[in-house]
């Protein structure tokens, strides 16, 4: 399974991004999805997750309230909208996948840089 992430960049402290994550050809009805993120040196975090068939939600604190996870079944596309970046969401973002039955994350895109300047 290939998973496609793009729409990282540089933005200014305020601003806002949207990535994207295409899953062509596959769907994910028993899976979850999620984003990552991770700085040189750190591990890799999650930041949110959702379950493709209910489009129940996660997010880490750090991201309540200005980010939101979202899918579009019919384009085959994971979003993450990020608003109000601070310049502690700068980091390599990765989409991923899980079966719902699954503890891990099997699937990964190749992740998207996102730098926030100060």
């Known amino acids: 399974v290939q998973l496609q992430a793009s729409g990282g960049g540089l933005v200014q402290a305020g601003g806002s991004l949207r990535l994207s994550c295409a899953v062509p050809g596959r769907t994910f009805g028993n899976y979850y999805m999620a984003w990552f993120r991770q700085n040189p040196g750190k591990e890799r975090d999650i930041v949110a997750s959702i379950r493709w068939s209910t489009g129940s939600t996660y997010y880490t604190d750090s991201v309540k309230g200005r980010f939101t996870i979202s899918r579009d079944n019919a384009k085959e596309t994971l979003w993450l909208q990020m608003n109000s970046l601070k310049s502690e969401d700068t980091a390599v973002y990765y989409c991923?996948?899980?079966?719902?039955?699954?503890?891990?994350?099997?699937?990964w895109g190749q992740g998207t840089q996102v730098t926030v300047s100060s």
């Open positions: 991923a996948a899980r079966h719902f039955a699954s503890a891990e994350y099997s699937y």
